[in-house]
């Protein structure tokens, strides 16, 4: 089956080759069969004033027989797809908006808002009840319902009631571990429609996909275009392109909470950057009255450490680690990678359809991927895009660097006099009362000059020294490193790598105290030995 594909790049910001490389990735999903269609937008970031920077698609809306089916359009731009458990991040918004006004609280139980839900009985016979907290963060011990909560959706409040009182497995005590659970978010559901006299899906469309504009979003296909929604597809036993066979629509109900939205990655680009915003520089950002920053940056935290693998084991026969750290927040995913730093994420799985939304945090750039296939690999493609925009359009994904206090600079000026110095006048003003029952003002001085020594920097070099030079730690702590020079190095170096190269390095760190007048609580100098001849 031949692929038909689009890319729409905005000026200048991802240059073409790049938009190339990512069309080339969701070409070969669909040509390698693991997806009957895909959509794909880069979206953009703190620094960007339009939401996507560039967009494509491949593949189409429906096959029948491993082709496109008569009258189906191929996947595009407006495509309308199901996102799935991407769903959770727009419920679990609904209920801090709730919690905004004073409706409830986080530790609130459960049973406390939903009726049916005072039948359950405890994991264990010491085990806390469960809270709204909990089922946010998935933290409620219920036992994970993947595939069996999606074939949920339709269950009416009446069969849910039913079945809740009837019990629920658990894996865990409330709050000791991390399960995921769709019949968790089904409650959080619930808990709007008793909240709020609404039902859940009327709630978040009036609190948030209205307000923000996302008119192709919604919980019914009756408020959609119908044209334009993409049919979901089940993988069948075959390996060519007739592995993909039709499946229906369910209809809204109680499970909807945890995955019944459609939308386009146009509007997921929008509710990114409503979320993203919460991390930009200048935050509060868009549309504060919605959702405070406070609210959205909570969604952002890891609330439960998800398990993920160890790296293989070194020579030792022991595991070096782990290589990113992942958790869940509030309907939401974080994960920290070693060269990426922190993403926030939801992935989404449904009869039919996969879907992945993914940002940066530092940069607030982020991807949205939608397709119409079971399994489709909408998470590897997305995460393959962004290592791409990070690898091949320099500073797009910019990590955010602290900033230092105007008061630790100031204090970073009086310590490199001191150092140069040692005027006590200036020890007796910015020195904190721990500083010379820690180590006296005569044994730092020592220190420093065997620093010095050690590392091959100069006394000489210190005095080129300013506040601005130090990397900075945290707004209260702030780092000089030099580099000493080689014996046969002849040079004037100023401490910040010249010279051979071959010299040690001077670590000069400052920590200020907690207090807002904050004085100097550590300055410490800390040097390594040159390496040796010829090493």
């Known amino acids: 089956m031949p692929v038909t594909a689009s890319a729409t790049p905005a000026a200048s910001v991802i240059p073409e080759e790049v938009v190339a490389t990512i069309t080339s990735l969701a070409d070969a999903a669909v040509s390698e069969h693991r997806t009957a269609g895909l959509v794909w937008a880069v979206v953009g970031g703190h620094d960007q004033d339009s939401a996507v920077l560039a967009s494509g698609a491949s593949g189409s809306r429906r096959l029948e027989g491993g082709r ?6 191929p996947m595009d731009r407006g495509t309308i797809s199901r996102i799935a458990s991407m769903t959770k991040s ?6 801090l908006r709730l919690r905004e006004e004073g409706r409830l609280r986080l530790d609130d139980p ?3 808002h939903v009726p049916e839900a005072a039948a359950l009985s405890p994991a264990t016979a010491d085990s806390p009840v469960i809270t709204v907290r909990d089922l946010l963060s998935m933290s409620a011990g219920l036992v994970t319902d993947n595939p069996w909560g999606d074939r949920q959706e339709s269950m009416t409040r009446e069969q849910f ?6 019990g629920l497995g658990h894996v865990h005590a409330p709050g000791t571990g991390f399960e995921y659970s769709n019949t968790g978010f089904a409650l959080l559901g619930r808990l709007i429609d008793e909240v709020t006299g609404l039902p859940y899906d009327q709630y978040l469309t009036e609190t948030f996909l209205v307000p ?3 008119h192709d979003t919604s919980f019914s296909r009756e408020h959609l275009d119908a044209s334009r929604i993409a049919t979901g597809h089940r993988l069948a036993d075959r390996v060519d392109a007739t592995r993909f066979e039709a499946v229906d629509f369910d209809e809204p109900g109680v499970y909807g909470a945890m995955a019944g939205l459609f939308s386009t990655v146009d509007d997921i680009a929008t509710w990114v950057r409503f979320l993203a915003a919460a991390d930009a520089p200048d935050a509060p950002g868009r549309e504060q009255g919605l959702l405070s920053t406070a609210s959205r940056r909570e969604m952002q935290q890891i609330h439960r450490i998800q398990s993920t693998p160890a790296l293989p084991a070194g020579q030792d026969g022991a595991s070096p680690g782990f290589a990113n750290v992942r958790g869940y927040g509030f309907g939401l995913v974080v994960e920290r990678f070693p060269e990426l730093g922190d993403v926030i994420s939801h992935s989404g799985g449904y009869p039919g359809y996969g879907s992945f939304m993914v940002w940066h945090r530092d940069s607030g750039v982020g991807v949205v991927v939608l397709a119409n296939s079971k399994y489709a690999p909408a998470t590897p493609v997305a995460m393959s895009v962004l290592r791409t925009l990070d690898d091949q359009v320099p500073g797009l994904l910019a990590a955010r660097l602290p ?3 105007p008061r630790t600079l100031e204090a970073a000026r009086a310590a490199l006099d001191w150092l140069r110095e040692g005027d006590d006048t200036l020890a007796d003003v910015w020195f904190a009362d721990n500083m010379d029952l820690d180590i006296s003002r005569e044994e730092r001085r020592r220190r420093l000059a065997s620093a010095l020594e050690r590392s091959g920097v100069s006394a000489a070099d210190l005095d080129a020294l300013t506040p601005q030079d130090a990397d900075v730690l945290s707004r209260a702590s702030v780092r000089w490193t030099l580099r000493g020079r080689a014996d046969d190095d002849s040079g004037t170096g100023t401490g910040s790598g010249s010279g051979s190269g071959s010299g040690g390095t001077l670590h000069i760190t400052l920590l200020m105290d907690p207090r807002a007048d904050a004085l100097i609580q550590s300055l410490d100098t800390v040097a390594t ?3 040796a001849s010829g090493s």
């Open 110 to 112: 459960i049973a406390q």
């Open 212 to 214: 923000l504009g996302m």
């Open 529 to 531: 030995a040159p390496a």
């Open 90 to 95: 727009f419920t679990a918004a609904g209920v």
């Open 161 to 166: 009631a039913a079945m809740i009182a009837k």
């Open 403 to 405: 900033s230092a206090a």
């Open 68 to 73: 496109p089916a008569p009258g189906s359009a």
